[in-house]
């Protein structure tokens, strides 16, 4: 996949300020599920107000009855307290892992920086074991910066 064809559609999609915040974030999720075969479950994560925790926001895959983490708890949730990228290659082999599904064999969580502060995140859950890449990393570091513009 060659990330740098998409970086001009998420430009657009963040820049179309007639639509609401939640709606340009649910149009990334599409773009990337759709235009990244090995993206299945694309989603928002973000700080739920004073709580210690991450309710969910847009997304695009199977339903999940994961809509609040707490701080520490799975992979976006050790994000929120890290601040750290996590990529995990190998679900099943992550003792703080939540699963959401059967299918899903791999995870990639990027936080979002709004003036220095952890926000949020995109969380990317694959059926392809081991499917991410430093590429990954950046394109999704890449996407998280121009999503922090309009929060």
């Known amino acids: 996949m060659n990330f740098e064809t998409l970086?001009?559609?998420?430009?657009?999609?963040?820049?179309?300020?007639?639509?609401?915040?939640?709606?340009?974030?649910?149009?990334?999720?599409?773009?990337?599920?759709?235009r990244v075969d090995y993206y299945n479950w694309v989603g928002f994560y973000f700080k739920n107000g004073d709580r210690n925790e991450l309710k969910l926001g847009p997304y695009v895959g199977a339903p999940t009855d994961h809509t609040i983490i707490p701080f520490g708890k799975g992979i976006c949730g050790q994000v929120a307290v890290s601040n750290q990228n996590f990529v995990v290659p190998d679900v099943a082999a992550q003792?703080?892992?939540?699963?959401?599904?059967?299918?899903?064999?791999?995870?990639?969580?990027?936080?979002?920086?709004?003036?220095?502060?952890?926000?949020?995140?995109?969380?990317?859950?694959?059926?392809?074991?081991?499917?991410?890449t430093e590429a990954d990393e950046r394109f999704l570091e890449f996407v998280c910066a121009e999503v922090a513009k309009i929060l």
């Open 7 to 34: 970086k001009p559609q998420i430009k657009a999609i963040v820049s179309n300020a007639p639509l609401d915040v939640d709606a340009r974030l649910l149009q990334i999720c599409q773009l990337l599920e759709t």
């Open 95 to 132: 003792d703080n892992y939540i699963a959401c599904s059967i299918t899903v064999k791999a995870e990639i969580v990027i936080p979002i920086f709004v003036n220095g502060e952890n926000v949020g995140q995109i969380d990317i859950d694959s059926n392809t074991p081991d499917p991410f």
